[in-house]
């Protein structure tokens, strides 16, 4: 079992900067593949960015490519997505999963354990 706890969301500009956590307790969090999905309002679960166990392969939807960055610390079992140049359209509740497969990392199917979301707001 991994437990994972998503923060740092919150209200900010349009062109501004946030960054989100995600703390892993539980089993060994550095074996796992990590993802970031979000969810707007009436709107499915998107694939945001994910990165491997070993930090050398990240990817990113085209949506947010140049503008997000994703990156893990697995001495503090802790993964980051930082947003910059943020846009209206990024606002969504933020997820990060954990994956101890490897595979199919751009789809929710591709992941075992799930944060509860944290809420990004971007006004205009």
């Known amino acids: 079992q991994v437990q994972l706890v998503a923060s740092g969301g919150g209200l900010v500009q349009a062109g501004g900067s946030l960054r989100l956590t995600c703390a892993a307790s539980?089993?060994?969090?550095?074996?796992?593949?990590m993802g970031w999905f979000r969810q707007a309002l009436g709107k499915e679960r998107e694939f945001v960015a994910f990165?491997?166990?070993?930090?050398?392969?990240?990817w990113y939807a085209d949506y947010v490519k140049g503008r997000f960055t994703i990156s893990r610390d697995s001495a503090k079992d802790t993964g980051y997505l930082q947003l910059n140049i943020v846009k209206p359209e990024d606002t969504a509740v933020y997820y990060c999963?954990?994956?101890?497969?490897?595979?199919?990392?751009?789809?929710?199917?591709?992941?075992?354990?799930w944060g509860q979301g944290t809420q990004v707001t971007v006004s205009s």
């Open positions: 999963a954990a994956s101890k497969r490897h595979y199919d990392l751009t789809l929710e199917g591709g992941y075992e354990y």
């Open positions: 539980g089993r060994t969090f550095s074996s796992y593949a």
């Open positions: 990165i491997s166990w070993s930090a050398g392969i990240t």
